[in-house]
């Protein structure tokens, strides 16, 4: 069982940024497909950006240039910078991972894991 604890989350004004982080409890993430998922109040959970165990990675259009996800398999750590907030970007961003190396990053059923979630948001 891995458990995923994300933090950094807050309120910041639009046009600022913040650092979300997510830490594993794995004993190692080296094969592991890491993602960021949000949720908006009362919208469906979406696919923010995902990060495969060489370092590949993806972007939704709506945070593309504004959002980098990283990772550091030494720390069992998943980051995400944002940069340039809107007030859309307002959710809960959650954490997710794949053991086994995800094929179709954006479906929520691809993760076996999750954190708890940390509330990000964006005032204008």
């Known amino acids: 069982q891995v458990q995923l604890v994300e933090s950094g989350g807050g309120l910041v004004q639009a046009g600022g940024s913040l650092r979300l982080s997510c830490l594993a409890s794995a004993r190692t993430l080296g094969t592991y497909t890491l993602a960021w998922f949000r949720q908006a109040p009362g919208k469906e959970r979406e696919f923010v950006s995902g990060i495969s165990w060489s370092g590949a990675n993806t972007y939704a259009n709506s945070v593309k240039g504004r959002f980098t996800i990283s990772r550091d398999n030494a720390k069992n750590t998943v980051y995400l910078q944002m940069n340039s907030l809107k007030p859309e970007d307002t959710a809960v961003y959650y954490c997710?991972?794949?053991?086994?190396?995800?094929?179709?990053?954006?479906?929520?059923?691809?993760?076996?894991?999750w954190g708890q979630g940390t509330q990000v948001t964006v005032s204008s």
């Open positions: 997710a991972a794949n053991p086994r190396g995800a094929v179709y990053w954006l479906l929520i059923s691809e993760y076996d894991y």
